[in-house]
Structures are given as C-alpha cells and as structure tokens.
C-alpha cells in the first residue's frame, strides 16, 4: 500500500489546457520572439489581418510552453464585469465568480484577448495595472487586490489594416506591449498550409494560393481586405468535401468577401482565371 498516494490537483484551469499540439507552421522568428517574451513577463500584441495564424499561433505556444489558453473575442459590449467577474445569485445566496481575465491572472494562464481594439475603453484600462511591473488587478467589487500568479502572461490581436484611422489603440495602451507583425505566409508555406489542413493536392492548394495573392491586390480598393489564409482552407475543405473547385470558391472566398454586386463579379471573374 502506498503511503502517499498521489492525490489530483485541483486544477482551475483544466479546460484550458491543450492536450494534443495544434499544428503551427512558422514564417519568420516568431517562436523565439514569443518564447523570450513570455521568459520575460512581457505582454505581447500580435498585429496583422483577420486568419493569417494569429490564433493558431498562440494555441501553439501555450502547448508548447506548457500554459492553459483562455481566450476571449473582444467586441464593443464587452464590459469590464465580462473580462474580470461578476456576483451570482444562486440557491445559495450571493457568489462571486471569475471572469476569464481574473481567472487567467488568479491561477496562471496565458489571456489571449482577440481584437482588443473593439473593447471598450473602460474594459482597455482594466490591464493597464497587468501589464507594468505591479502584475495587479484590483477588483473594485470584492475589494481584492489580485497579484498576478507567476505563469500569468497577457496577449492580445490586433488588425490595424481592418480598422483604417477610425478605430485605433491609445498611445497608452499600446506602449505597453511588445509587438510582433503578422502577414500572410509566403505563397509556398501558403500552399503547405492549405494542403495540410484540408488535404487537397498541391495542384489545388497553389491554384487557392495564387486567387487569393490577386484579392489581396484589390484590398484597400474594392476590399477592406484580401482573401485570408482562413478562407482558402474553407474552400479546400469544401472541394476536399467533393464541391467543384469553382463552386467552392465561390462559397468560400468571392460571396463571403463583399456584399458589393460589381465586386463579386470581379472576384468571380478572378476565380476564372485562377482555378
Ligand atoms: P487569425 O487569428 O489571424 O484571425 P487564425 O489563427 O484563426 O487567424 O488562422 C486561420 C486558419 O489558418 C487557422 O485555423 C489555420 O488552419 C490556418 N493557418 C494560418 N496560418 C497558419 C500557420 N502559419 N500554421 C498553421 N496554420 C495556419
């Protein structure tokens, strides 16, 4: 009989941690970036277009380093009780409970806030007092002041392209990230990627490759922006699913991309050409 037998942790954050690694094919340094980064405690803005690997990005680093991954979509309702908690009323009276943030800072994880720009600027404040040498969270409505556990790392999105002049960080929230730039991948990483998440053939994922390179020439004209990374993979899904090519792409990259009648017709028109 063993003594000590080796009792489960409670562990907060077990639905946030990534068991199986998510497939992440780098395009530049940023593994080493990410890693010095989160050696360092500093928090880390990643910049660059809606599904260019952001995300996917991040999940690979919170695997690979071991952290749960809480992750929160910022949008212009999200109040400051969404990000830090809010009391419940139960059965039992009154609770508190963690919102993502507090729980990522209470028990350690990485907080990935996705387009942190669409948060209100109330909400924006909240991780000024995270992201400086205090690690602190005050929270106003239990009168706690929550120092931030050790594995505690902040990390957000942000698509300045999307947004143009009109919506943009504050000068005081932006100097306090570290900040990686994001682009499309090359067109044969590009190509690579789109075979390994949809299993086309290579013929089919450069053909996906090459109409989106042509969107992308259209953007900031016709479009706000190109055809991402994203939606070559829901076209290949769609033709590795038995669709003709030219349907799928019409499905997945010309209709979704404009609401713009010329435009889809321009873009159908690309889709000739392309595939
Ligand atoms: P973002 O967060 O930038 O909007 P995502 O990370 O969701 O974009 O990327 C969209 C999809 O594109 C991912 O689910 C993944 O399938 C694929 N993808 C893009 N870049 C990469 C990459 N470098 N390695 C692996 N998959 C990628």
């Known amino acids: 009989m063993k003594l000590h037998d080796p009792v489960a942790p409670d562990d907060a954050l077990a639905d946030w941690r990534i068991a199986d690694e998510p497939w992440y094919a780098p395009v530049g340094g940023e593994v080493a970036a990410f890693e010095a980064a989160h050696a360092r405690g500093l928090p880390l803005m ?71 720009v669409e948060a209100r600027a109330d909400t924006t404040v909240l991780i000024h007092p995270l992201t400086d040498a205090r690690r602190q969270l005050p929270l106003a409505a239990t009168g706690e002041l929550l120092h931030a556990h050790p594995d505690f790392r902040l990390v957000v999105s942000y698509n300045p392209g999307y947004h143009g002049v009109h919506k943009s960080l504050k000068a005081s929230t932006r100097q306090r990230f570290t900040a990686l730039e994001f682009g499309y991948p090359d067109a044969a990483r590009e190509a690579a990627i789109v075979m390994h998440e949809c299993g086309v053939d290579e013929g089919i994922a450069k053909q996906l490759v090459t109409l989106a390179e042509r969107t992308r020439r259209l953007a900031g004209d016709a479009l706000d922006e190109g055809a991402s990374t994203r939606m070559l993979i829901h076209a290949g899904l769609l033709i590795a699913e038995g669709l003709a090519p030219r349907t799928a792409c019409l499905q997945a990259v010309a209709v979704p991309l404009s609401d713009d009648p010329e435009v889809v017709s321009a873009l159908t028109a690309l889709v000739d050409a392309c595939i």
């Open 46 to 116: 990643l910049k660059g277009p809606t599904g260019c690997g952001k995300t996917r990005f991040v999940e690979h680093m919170a695997w690979r380093l071991g952290l749960p991954l809480i992750t929160v979509a910022c949008h212009e309702d999200l109040s400051a009780g969404d990000l830090i908690g809010r009391f419940l009323l139960d059965g039992q009276g009154t609770r508190w409970q963690d919102g993502p943030l507090t729980r990522a800072v209470r028990h350690g994880a990485i907080c990935y806030l996705d387009e942190l």
